[in-house]
């Protein structure tokens, strides 16, 4: 049992760590025009909108993984 939740968690790891720090670093919008949307709003620039999704993503995956893995270690 230990084992295939090491070889589902530790890849779904990094996999999902490497997409998190992608998302911060690639998808994060810097637009100028950002600046004129009310803060209400700004969920529903498409960019905005696009960041927000995947960095959820990515970061329930992180956690989903690292629960994984300390079952693994636990059990």
Do not use: C
């Amino acid at each position: 049992m230990d084992t295939i939740l090491y070889i589902i968690g530790g890849p779904l790891f990094l996999i999902s760590i490497t997409g998190y720090i992608f998302v911060k670093l690639r998808l994060k919008p810097e637009d100028s025009e950002l600046d004129e949307y009310y803060y209400e709003f700004e969920d529903q620039h498409p960019a905005v909108a696009r960041y927000n999704k995947w960095t959820r993503i990515t970061f329930t995956a992180t956690v989903i993984s690292t629960l994984l893995l300390f079952m693994a270690a636990v059990f």
